[in-house]
């Protein structure tokens, strides 16, 4: 019987199968009896014993048709069956059975193209298939891709649904929920087990007898009890009995899935994983072709075990790896016999995933890689010699999302064979170069999600792995070493402990070793799509591989926010460590062949790739902002550096493209149709080209109606502007156009002056390098952040053991209540410990290993020398994405605080230069005038804020050469107005700390004298000063005569704004805590409370550092702004003083409190900071300076010497000549924390109590009463001192001076002052009595 795919519209090759007597008789074919036996043994049913010689028919390629036909003849009753498949009984609805994505559905959902995978995009979205059934027994799988809230199940046409209400939820649903393990029907109770991704659902119903049934296919290493329904299942039982039936009742398979959780569905159209006995799967099997496609195999593979040999006239019996195509007419007339039949049929996923995916899984596990690779390319070769073209390629595309399938979900074994298996096949498929160039160009980017395929997926359960028999013994670390956190000093490790330890380290060491295997695999597959050698008769893989990657790379940088749309982070994380093997294999091996080049080790991206056009960067952002801004204000620099011009037309296009882009044109608007909105409506978007980035190894994704009508089609990306070169499309581009030629730099045209004339490498190695560090900054340092929580873990849960372990060691045996609850408590904490540090194992293993940690340290040095040479270009820098200052930032970020303890930077080659140069790159460009994008510039300023913050690092800054770090203290000093003060602040206190008064603490004192045995409490740096920075700040402050007046009336204008701001929000609070009824104050508002409170505290230690490094400043009253500073200084630490130290004040009811977020809000920080301040004005200083600061704080009229004894715990201000009494101990007193504050240092403060108590006797003594006419009209303070020419107006000179600073115009009349001249009452009468 012929095939049913010989009669199809397609062309066939023809190879005159079927010929006349003449042409048996051509050259090469072998005699009529070695003939016969030869196609007698190709073509013996693989179900028959093998006839007798004398007794078989004699045959020859006349009549071996006629024999296929016989031999591949099926029941005619199975074939009418097969053919008339949507006419079963029982069964209503389509033959080939998907998901309704029309009508069928409820919510926002993404659908594969396939119609079998779906996401949820909604709260709890809903979709049935296309068919039901209403008798019989039937059973479909869904594969379990995220272990999220899902319901799956039957429901019947007239279910309705929402987003509240599900499969399940209403009545004639039924559902299973594996994440809550419970069974719905209206109501719930509990059912089955918990299912994880991977995990496979089979789903039964009996409408005989009225039951459903499920059976969860949990993947494990070792099989479980095998129950009813397939080998490693686990039946649930019965979920439901009774169901309705009857007329008009039929039941759809149906899902409910929340947010981002997805599965895909197998009604049939693939072999079930499962079958269940007595049970029809909805969709039913080609069960004629199967048999077809399995005889044909059989054929196929006795080609390949015997070869003809001609000169003895006989069989020879050969290995298949051993096999070759030797050209014999035979041999190839057989062959074209066999896939004149083949080919129609492996164009069916059923058939190739059933046929050809286990002959070639079978002949992987059968010998060497070398031997299976030396097959699969025989088979590939013929598969391209007698096909058809798009028949090939349909087999190559289901055999790749097949395998991808069962890669992505396959079971972790503990030696993962399973893995290495399919990814042996992905080798040896991908070896063969004309199938490799096919599945680059439309496969791999295009239709799979193929890095899946460089991804290790961690092990959900601990069993799945086989962990418990790979690391038998568990240990965990008693304390974190990562900065930033307080390690507590621990008892020495016991010999138990270091025993175990030693025997958990070894289990680890064979995980990793059994991964880097798979490991190496994976890169094997990245080093075959880098290929360049391959461009015999076209492209070379590795241009093809550039064109999709950066395709890849824009999707996922456009889709950024939009999740189901990105490549799944861990993916990322994979996929880059892979890439990065790859890329510096070929590298190195460039330079092995081509001296002049560089190592990979000294890698960098050359700065003329980011404005000459040749690689597109998409809508990323530049460091000097739009790309189409600095083309037109950079144009010049381009010409005269690097010989680039641009096409004025173009600019003018990328100028009202940009301003399209802002505004859409109303009609644009108009021509959105509104019934798009409705559920079920017509489609009139085009599918945006972006969609394309689908899951579980199947064809592209779509939108279904609904979530079309909710996007916006991107604009299409504009070409690059033309250079003085050939600019083309990453699409158009040729390898001349990336490598260059004799005349053309290719990808590095435009070469400033700046850098080498010799090539760092193959300009396709650089793209590719760029790509990786893009592919860094997407999503892999977030992923990397995200997983040292398994790590967190760790220490929680050790210690609430040890916590635990300690209770029990103090609780009285008579108490067993307690014991027994301890106890409990104890087992469940060791049991968790024990899974968590075997997790633990693999995912430092997969993530945190030492040569991931290198590879992030290479692409690190990668970014400081791409930085470093781009900022050699000038005003060209400004071209640079940002991405490069974020990925050195980041990366430098996570080897610090995400490898550890395993693992320690220090170790790293190269540690200190590389530190010294990324703080040479933090202090130039934290305050460039090229980069103006406000997000990057946040980055780097508080960058560098934590880079200050430890030793190492700040010893890196402080040796970078001086120029440098002058200039760097000298952008710290710039007004504050010119940019976001409050980091800048930051950095200048983290200079000083440990130096101020009672200022070397790490845990803020006053909550350890209240909590002193929690550990949870917030933990501050260890202080590390910079003595040399604070010389290069007192150099600076004293260099000018403006420098220091406009830096210290920014910190004094923003500590007047903070503290108003927080007393502002304390009065609010505490109005919401009075308040009768019962009501909660807002956690944001709380935050940014505290958080205006410890600004306030830390502005107030850079005016202590300030007066301790140049006090002069505000003391020597021969320059012209201290007396102003000093008045303003002591105004406000008068307020601050009252507002903090009043007797049951606003303050005080605050911190009595104790909110949730105000923890840091106390008496000790700011009282000590503004006692630092007084002490070095009133005790350090000169004899006439303290005499000036006594007068000026005296003067102040809001100055209480109570506020001064209330610092001392003193109620009153003591008696001249007596002692200080005991402070009561109900008080606040800087004599209760003597652990943080020396005992010089309250020798201090007792000193300076007992002098501006003199001093305030002889000044209440001395003083004499002012008339309210003579006073400043502004201030009401001072006697006025001062008129403003022209307009006469007048007010004190500390007034004045303060507002000229910030304004020039008059107080009262607003005209513009031009000078301001002395003003005494006497003087001037004098004067107007003379002169009348």
Not at 480 to 493: A, H, I, L, N, P
Request: charged share 25%; hydrophobic share 40%; glycine share 6%.
């Amino acid at each position: 019987m012929a095939s049913k795919g010989a009669g199809m519209a397609f062309s066939r090759k023809s190879y005159g199968l079927t010929s006349d007597a003449e042409k048996s008789r051509v050259t090469g074919i072998v005699h009529e009896k070695l003939l016969d036996d030869y196609l007698h043994r190709i073509f013996s049913s693989t179900g028959r014993a093998p006839m007798a010689a004398t007794s078989r028919k004699l045959l020859n390629f006349q009549n071996l048709p006629e024999h296929l036909d016989q031999l591949l003849h099926v029941d005619e009753e199975a074939e009418e069956e097969e053919e008339s498949q949507g006419q079963v009984e029982g069964r209503l609805g389509p033959s080939t059975v998907v998901l309704d994505h029309t009508g069928g559905f409820e919510g926002l959902l993404l659908v594969d193209d396939d119609l079998l995978g779906v996401i949820g995009h909604s709260n709890f979205g809903t979709i049935r298939s296309t068919t039901c059934v209403y008798k019989g027994k039937w059973v479909y799988e869904v594969l379990i891709s995220s272990q999220g809230l899902m319901q799956i199940g039957w429901c019947t046409i007239n279910c309705r649904f929402n987003q509240e209400e599900g499969v399940g939820d209403t009545h004639n649903s039924y559902a299973y929920d594996g994440n809550r393990v419970r069974k719905w029907n209206v109501t719930t109770t509990n059912y089955g087990k918990a299912w994880a991704a991977g995990d496979i659902v089979s789903c039964l119903i009996d409408l005989d007898e009225g039951t459903l049934s499920f059976c969860l296919h949990i993947l494990l290493s070792t099989p479980s009890d095998p129950p009813f329904c397939s080998r490693n299942g686990v039946s649930l039982g019965t979920a439901f009995e009774n169901l309705s039936r009857g007329l008009g009742m039929a039941y759809f398979p149906a899902i409910s899935l929340s947010f981002k959780e997805s599965v895909a569905f197998n009604f049939g159209s693939r072999p079930l994983r499962y079958p269940v006995v007595g049970y029809r799967p909805l969709q039913d099997p080609p069960s004629a072709d199967l048999v077809r496609a399995q005889e044909l195999l059989g054929c196929f593979q006795a080609v390949l075990s015997v070869e003809l040999d001609p000169v003895q006239g006989r069989l020879v019996e050969k290995e298949s790896s051993e096999w070759q195509l030797q050209g014999q007419p035979t041999v190839l007339l057989t062959l074209a016999h066999i896939f004149h039949r083949f080919a129609p049929l492996l164009r069916k996923v059923y058939l190739v995933e059933a046929v050809l995916m286990s002959f070639l899984l079978g002949v992987v596990e059968a010998g060497t890689p070398a031997q299976a690779q030396s097959v699969v390319h025989q088979v590939l070769d013929l598969l391209w010699l007698f096909m058809e073209d798009y028949e090939v390629q349909d087999c190559l595309k289901q055999l790749m999302m097949s395998l991808l399938r069962l890669y992505r979900f396959s079971p972790i074994v503990p030696d993962l064979a399973l893995q290495i298996r399919y990814l042996r096949l992905t080798i040896a498929i991908l070896s063969h170069e004309k199938s490799r160039k096919f599945l680059l160009s439309h496969v791999l980017f295009d239709v799979l999600r193929s890095v899946v395929f460089f991804y290790i997926k961690s092990p959900l359960r601990v069993e799945e792995a086989g962990l418990q028999e790979l690391i038998p013994t568990t240990w965990w670390p008693h304390r974190s070493s990562r900065e930033g956190k307080e390690s507590k000093e621990v008892k020495d490790e016991t010999s138990e402990e270091r025993l175990r330890r030693r025997a958990y380290e070894r289990g680890c060491q064979r995980l990793k070793k059994r991964i880097e295997v798979v490991e190496e695999l994976q890169v094997q597959i990245l080093k075959l799509l880098l290929n360049n050698q391959d461009d015999n008769g076209g492209e070379a893989s590795r241009y093809i591989f550039l064109t999709k990657f950066r395709k890849f790379l824009q999707e996922n940088a456009s889709s950024r926010g939009n999740m189901p749309m990105l490549c799944p982070p861990e993916y990322m994380v994979c996929f880059l460590h892979r890439l990065i093997s790859a890329l510096r294999y070929y590298w190195d091996e460039y330079k092995a062949s081509n001296p002049r080049a560089t190592f990979s080790e000294e890698a960098y991206i050359p700065p003329q790739v980011f404005y000459n056009g040749k690689v597109d960067y998409f809508d990323l952002q530049r460091l000097g902002g739009l790309l189409s801004h600095l083309r037109k204000t950079l144009k010049d620099d381009l010409a005269s550096k690097a010989n680039i011009l641009i096409d004025p037309l173009e600019l003018q296009a990328a100028t009202m493209d940009d301003l399209d882009e802002d505004e859409e044109p109303a009609p644009a608007a108009a021509q959105r149709p509104m019934q798009a909105l409705a559920m079920g409506g017509a489609l009139p978007l085009p599918r945006p080209s972006w969609l394309s980035s689908p899951t579980l190894g199947r064809a592209n994704r779509f939108l279904s109606t609904a979530a079309v009508s909710l996007m916006t089609p991107r604009r299409p990306l504009s070409t690059s502007e033309k250079v003085k070169v050939r600019t083309l499309s990453a699409e158009q581009r040729t390898r001349e156009d990336i490598e260059g030629s004799q005349w053309n730099e290719g990808l590095l045209v435009g070469r400033p002056p700046e850098e080498p004339e010799q090539p760092l490498t193959e300009n396709s190695l650089l793209e590719v390098l760029d790509g990786a560090i893009m592919m860094y900054n997407l999503s892999v340092h977030q992923q990397l952040g995200k997983m040292v929580g398994v790590s967190d873990d760790v220490n929680e849960y050790a210690m609430a053991l040890r916590d635990t372990e300690d209770k029990l060691r103090r609780c009285p045996k008579r108490r067993k209540d307690i014991l027994a609850e301890l106890t409990k408590s104890q087992k469940v904490f060791s049991e968790k410990l024990d899974h968590l540090s075997r997790r633990l194992a693999w995912v430092h293993a997969t993530v945190y290993s030492q040569e991931k940690m290198q590879d992030i340290y290479w692409l690190l040095r990668v970014c400081l020398r791409t930085i470093e040479h781009g900022d050699r270009t000038g005003p060209l820098f400004a071209f640079m994405p940002e991405f490069y200052l974020s990925v050195a930032i980041n990366s430098y970020s996570a080897l610090k605080n995400y490898f550890g303890p395993v693992h320690s930077m220090e170790e790293l080659p190269g540690y200190e230069e590389t530190l010294t140069r990324l703080a040479a790159i933090l202090a130039k460009h934290f305050a460039d005038t090229r980069i103006v994008g406000t997000d990057i510039r946040d980055s780097l300023m508080q960058a560098l804020a934590s880079y200050v913050c430890y030793p190492n690092s700040l010893r890196a800054v402080e040796r970078i050469p001086e120029e440098q770090r002058i200039a760097m203290v000298r952008s710290l000093l710039a007004p504050y107005e010119q940019r976001p003060w409050a980091q800048t602040n930051w950095i200048l206190v983290r200079l000083w700390r440990g130096c101020g008064f009672g200022y070397r603490y790490t845990r803020l004192p006053h909550l350890l004298k209240t909590k002193p045995e929690d550990a949870n409490l917030p933990s501050l740096q260890k202080p590390c000063p910079s003595t040399l920075l604070q010389q290069h700040m007192a150099d600076l402050l004293r260099e000018g005569p403006d420098v220091a007046p406009s830096f210290l009336n920014s910190v004094l204008n923003q500590l007047n704004w903070a503290f108003s701001e927080f007393i502002g929000m304390i009065q609010e609070i505490q109005q919401a805590a009075e308040r009768l009824e019962r009501n909660f104050v807002d956690s944001r508002q709380l935050k940014v409370c505290a958080t205006c409170f410890d600004l306030s505290v830390s502005l107030l230690r850079v005016l202590e550092m300030t007066i301790t490094l140049v006090p002069e400043i505000f003391l020597d009253w021969a320059q012209p702004t201290s007396e102003m500073l000093l008045r303003r200084l002591a105004q406000l630490l008068n307020q601050v003083l009252n507002r903090v130290t009043a007797e049951r004040n606003l303050f005080d009811r605050v911190v009595t409190l104790r909110l949730p977020g105000l923890e840091s809000v106390d008496h000790y920080p700011i009282l000590v900071a503004v006692t630092g301040i007084l002490v070095r004005l009133l005790v350090h200083g000169p004899a006439s300076g303290t005499e000036r600061a006594t007068s000026v704080l005296l003067a102040d009229p809001c100055f209480q010497l109570r506020s001064i004894c209330y610092l001392l715990g003193q109620p009153e201000p003591p008696t001249p000549g007596t002692a200080l009494p005991a402070p009561d101990q109900k008080r606040f007193s800087l004599q209760s924390y003597t652990d943080y504050i020396s005992v010089e240092e309250l020798a201090q403060v007792e000193q300076m109590l007992a002098h501006l108590t003199s001093a305030s006797a002889q000044a209440a003594a001395a003083s004499l009463p002012t008339s309210e006419e003579d006073l400043c009209p502004i201030c009401y303070a001072h006697p006025i001192s001062a008129v403003f020419q022209p307009c006469g107006h007048k007010s004190c000179k500390a007034c004045i001076n303060q507002h000229l600073m910030n304004n020039k115009d008059c107080f009262f009349c607003k005209a513009t002052i031009v000078s301001v001249e002395d003003w005494d009452k006497a003087a001037s009468a004098s004067a107007t009595s003379s002169a009348a």
